[in-house]
């Protein structure tokens, strides 16, 4: 264990049964959003094209070929990517040239196609880090411009805890007030794992208000064990080859440059967390790797792009876990439940108000990071250059809430609001005069003082890069 704050960074001195039930807080953690992925997809297609089976085989493959991809030194869970849910859209109302005349499952093969092009994008990108240096591609993305996104991450899904939680606010307060109790007062295991007594506790309080016979806001049960009793005990995901077409292509490749710009601040956000410069060690490069790959995988087989989940970040904070292990065994899960379906419906039956209630802690986790991120490294907001770049950052990741959408060869792209963000922030800082910022160097940011970007960091061995 860790003397600072009690950060545990090797699971293993909790023996194998807390790690097994660690392991299953993030799988918790990261099951709502990942199997909600394929109920959106589903419903541009008007029938079920993309499965929940192959979602999560998917994610749970991916996350460890990330870790394989970057050492198994990042405590990251690789889930659906929602980055990419306008170019499905767009797809599935393609209807003339190779589109007229063919079925739903082949429109999401050839929107598939496009991902996995988009997933060797990142290889490019990493390949291009690997050439010039992290120093020279960070330079680009100091503190002033990582701490709001980071910032923008967490609230820019604010919306989707508070909507959640409405639908049954009771719910969403006992998993909240759960998470907080054993959180600050929980001890020992309690302590650590207060995602999981949350959404156990809440869960066993659904069951009574059910068997009660309460219901939810709209007037609609608590529980609906409907497609549980449906589901198959064992069943193999449902796999199908991905296609490629230039339409597809044109739809679905540009949308990495926004999933990329949304990959360095989730590694800035991780590293902040567990205090540890992963950006520099094992690099940039490694975890684009990684990302990309798991994409491109996921693709070919059928599934959706695959990004690093804000969720597990919040996880990590909250339980002060910070050893990847436990993000392995949650992959290990996934792909479990991917044969169980009728144990995927049982996890799936969860109220949407719990997770409400749980967003409303992990949401608001990583907001916090970003502010911390700003605070540690003293980013200087008497400046005005700053306090621009990270008002525009703000106003963009913030504002654009559907995107911004731009036709290209008659298909229409749309970039997220983080993207915008993040080459908002980017090119400002670029243009704007007065950066001094120089990674690793004077790592106060432009207040050109203080700590690096990442705290804890010994000056003359945190940087492997001799470059000017």
């Known amino acids: 264990m860790n003397e600072n704050n009690g950060i545990i960074r090797n699971a293993s001195v909790l023996g194998v049964p807390k790690m097994l039930l660690l392991g299953l807080q993030h799988m918790f953690a990261?099951?709502?959003?990942?199997?909600?992925?394929?109920?959106?997809?589903?419903?541009?297609?008007?029938?079920?094209?993309?499965?929940?089976?192959?979602?999560?085989?998917?994610?749970?493959?991916?996350?460890?070929?990330?870790?394989?991809?970057?050492?198994g030194k990042v405590p990251a869970f690789l889930g659906s990517s929602f980055a990419f849910l306008g170019g499905f859209?767009?797809?599935?109302?393609?209807?003339?040239?190779?589109?007229?005349?063919?079925?739903?499952?082949?429109?999401?093969?050839?929107?598939?196609?496009?991902?996995?092009?988009?997933?060797?994008?990142?290889?490019?990108?990493?390949?291009?880090?690997?050439?010039?240096?992290?120093?020279?591609?960070?330079?680009?993305?100091?503190?002033?411009?990582?701490?709001?996104?980071?910032?923008?991450?967490?609230l820019s899904l604010a919306g989707s805890a508070v909507s959640n939680a409405s639908t049954n606010w009771l719910l969403a307060f006992i998993a909240l007030a759960t998470i907080v109790v054993f959180n600050i007062w929980g001890k020992g295991m309690f302590k650590i794992i207060?995602?999981?007594?949350?959404?156990?506790?809440?869960?066993?309080?659904?069951?009574?208000?059910n068997a009660m016979g309460m219901t939810n806001a709209d007037g609609s049960a608590i529980l609906n064990f409907t497609n549980i009793t449906a589901a198959p005990m064992v069943g193999v995901p449902e796999f199908s080859l991905c296609k490629f077409n230039i339409s597809a292509i044109l739809v679905m490749a540009p949308i990495a440059l926004a999933s990329m710009m949304e990959h360095i601040g989730d590694m800035s956000a991780i590293s902040a967390t567990v205090g540890e410069n992963l950006i520099e060690d094992p690099g940039l490069h490694r975890t684009l790797i990684g990302d990309g790959l798991a994409t491109s995988l996921s693709a070919l087989v059928g599934g959706p792009a695959n990004t690093t989940y804000?969720?597990?970040?919040?996880?990590?904070?909250?339980?002060?876990?910070?050893?990847?292990?436990?993000?392995?065994?949650?992959?290990v899960y996934a792909i479990i439940l991917s044969f169980i379906?009728?144990?995927?419906?049982?996890?799936?039956?969860?109220?949407?108000?719990?997770?409400?209630?749980?967003?409303?802690?992990?949401?608001?986790?990583?907001?916090?990071?970003?502010?911390?991120?700003v605070v540690e490294n003293r980013v200087d907001f008497t400046k005005s250059r700053n306090l621009i770049i990270a008002?525009?950052?703000?106003?963009?990741?913030?504002?654009f809430s559907d995107g911004l959408?731009?036709?290209?060869?008659?298909?229409?792209?749309?970039?997220?609001?983080?993207?915008?963000?993040?080459?908002?922030?980017?090119?400002?800082?670029?243009?704007?005069?007065?950066?001094?910022?120089?990674?690793?160097?004077?790592?106060?940011?432009d207040a050109n003082r203080g700590i690096d970007m990442i705290p804890n960091f010994n000056e003359d061995t945190r940087y492997g890069d001799n470059e000017d």
Do not use: W
Not at 391 to 399: K, P
Not at 414 to 422: P, R
């Open 391 to 399: 008002g525009v950052i703000f106003v963009c990741g913030l504002g």
């Open 405 to 445: 959408t731009f036709n290209v060869a008659n298909t229409d792209i749309t970039l997220t609001s983080l993207a915008i963000a993040a080459i908002a922030g980017i090119v400002l800082n670029a243009i704007l005069p007065g950066n001094d910022y120089h990674f690793g160097k004077n790592a106060g940011g």
């Open 89 to 154: 859209a767009t797809i599935s109302k393609l209807n003339t040239g190779a589109f007229a005349n063919i079925s739903n499952a082949e429109k999401l093969s050839y929107a598939c196609g496009g991902i996995l092009v988009a997933g060797l994008l990142y290889l490019v990108l990493a390949l291009i880090i690997r050439l010039i240096g992290v120093k020279k591609v960070m330079r680009f993305l100091p503190p002033v411009v990582t701490g709001p996104i980071i910032i923008c991450i967490g």
């Open 194 to 209: 207060p995602i999981l007594m949350g959404v156990v506790i809440s869960y066993i309080a659904a069951l009574i208000f």
């Open 341 to 373: 379906p009728k144990m995927a419906e049982v996890i799936g039956s969860m109220p949407s108000a719990i997770i409400g209630g749980v967003s409303f802690m992990l949401y608001g986790m990583i907001s916090a990071i970003g502010v911390r991120n």
């Open 310 to 331: 804000g969720e597990n970040t919040g996880v990590l904070e909250l339980s002060k876990v910070h050893d990847p292990k436990v993000i392995r065994i949650a992959a």
């Open 30 to 71: 990261m099951f709502g959003a990942t199997i909600l992925m394929p109920i959106l997809v589903n419903s541009y297609f008007g029938e079920d094209v993309l499965h929940v089976q192959v979602t999560l085989i998917c994610a749970g493959v991916g996350t460890l070929l990330f870790h394989f991809c970057s050492k």
